[in-house]
């Protein structure tokens, strides 16, 4: 029998690997439900190919536009409760989060509470309100199966040992298109430098928090929620070539990484298909082609953003819904050419400073500190723009 899924962001970069994986393999997945944001002309191709019985998109101006576009049959929805619909929907087994930033919060925790098998990869969701996902899984029965290639490659070391029996978790990361470059040139560099990433081909946000290693700390906390394990347990290694995926250490020394090419429709696939896993179809590694394999320490001083992530895991409470945030503002206006690259930790490092920390009992409260810590992070650019 076919896995009924709904991808939520169809359209963007995970959205469009997930639909490579289900063309790959049309008996073991069927699509049942597609989102998207804005670009309705590639929503409208992919429902005409992949039959859902459901689309939503961003908003019902959106919507009109795209109604005359769709195979006959299909049904239309809109907004936030169009998406949130998608992720609910009762013949759905399996949700891919691939929306990007605080957009995927509420249909993530959706899907969580629907009991849907989650494969996530919106990890801005986890991070602005892990612990009520966490609980909310535990409560309902829903699997969150990691995409994000760091913590796929990690599900699928600790299977090699039992939770106490893990020291650490060892996260690789390519330390983004700056690795080399001077610090003093860092207030020169420009959207179109920051988009390059050396090894990766990703949307733009998740392209700018690798050149920052916002990523990076992201994924900390990512990883903190997912697998339950302490920040103190969880280090960074810079590791440019991307091949090492990222590694557990266990009390007895051994340590268990996950190694591959670069693809993401490989953890995309084992996220649909776990436990199972499927004989892809795609370019495998060459060891000796890929070497050497080399790792470095991050440089915290060059790349504060990994610093600021760990200090707002250590804060807990909203502390890392206010970065998620802060960050999510300064990396749109930096896009749009009105903030400086070196001036992002500054922005997210003021709002945590001047936000409101606190306990959050709901996802609602977690919406309010996303909010207020926007406002904040606006502010604070305004100040900079004045200087
Ligand atoms: N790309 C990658 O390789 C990896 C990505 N991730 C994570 O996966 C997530 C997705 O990343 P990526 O695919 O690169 O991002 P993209 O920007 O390529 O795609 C984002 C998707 O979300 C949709 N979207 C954006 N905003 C809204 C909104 N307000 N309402 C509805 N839909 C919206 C977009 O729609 P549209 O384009 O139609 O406007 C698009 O379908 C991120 O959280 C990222 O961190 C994790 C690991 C690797
Ligand atoms: C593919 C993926 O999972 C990204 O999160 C990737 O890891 C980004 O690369 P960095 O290691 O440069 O952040
Ligand atoms: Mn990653």
């Known amino acids: ?92 087994e399996s949700v891919v989060s691939a929306l990007v930033g605080s ?45 994000d ?34 610090k003093e040139t860092f207030n020169k560099i420009t959207p179109e430098e920051a988009l390059k990433h050396p090894n990766w081909r990703m949307g733009p946000k998740i392209t700018i928090d690798s050149a920052t290693l916002m990523n990076k700390g992201l994924e900390v906390i990512e990883a903190h929620f997912l697998f339950n394990v302490p920040p103190e347990k969880i280090d960074v290694v810079i590791h440019p070539q991307s091949i ?30 776990y436990p199972e896993r499927l004989p892809l179809p795609f370019p495998k590694l060459d060891l000796v082609k890929a070497s050497p394999l080399t790792f470095e320490v991050p440089d915290l001083e060059k790349f504060p953003c990994l610093a600021l992530a760990y200090e707002a895991l250590r804060l807990g409470g909203t502390a890392p819904a206010v970065l998620n945030a802060a960050n999510e503002v300064a990396v749109e206006v930096f896009l749009e050419g009105r903030l400086r690259f070196d001036l992002i930790p500054e922005v997210i490092r003021e709002t945590l400073v001047r936000a409101d920390i606190k306990e959050p009992s709901s996802i609602d409260e977690v919406i309010n500190a996303d909010i207020f810590a926007r406002i904040i992070a606006h502010q604070i650019i305004d100040e900079l723009e004045k200087d």
């Open 149 to 182: 290639s760091e913590h796929s490659a990690i599900f699928q070391a600790l299977q090699a040992g039992r939770a106490q029996e893990v020291n650490k978790i060892i996260l690789t990361a390519s330390g983004g298109p700056f690795r080399e470059r001077p």
């Open 244 to 273: 090492v995926h990222s590694l557990v250490e266990f009390v007895d020394g051994s340590v268990i990484a996950q190694l591959g090419v670069p693809d993401m429709r490989v953890p995309i696939a084992y996220a649909l298909s």
């Open 1 to 92: 029998m076919a896995k009924k899924i709904a991808i939520l962001g169809s359209t963007g970069s995970i959205g469009r690997s997930t639909l490579e994986v289900v063309e790959a393999f049309p008996d073991r997945f069927k699509v049942v439900a597609l989102t998207a944001g804005e670009n309705i002309e590639l929503l409208a191709k992919q429902a005409e190919k992949f039959k859902p019985l459901q689309v939503a998109c961003k908003n019902e101006y959106l919507a009109e536009k795209l109604k005359p576009l769709l195979p006959k049959g299909v049904k239309l929805l809109h907004g936030k409760e169009g998406i949130i619909a998608c992720a609910r929907h009762p013949e759905v």
């Open 103 to 147: 957009a995927g919060l509420l249909p993530t925790f959706a899907a969580v509470e629907a009991g849907k098998t989650l494969a996530l990869a919106n990890k801005e969701s986890l991070v602005m309100a892990g612990k009520l996902l966490i609980e909310k899984a535990r409560e309902t029965g829903s699997q969150i199966i990691p995409v």
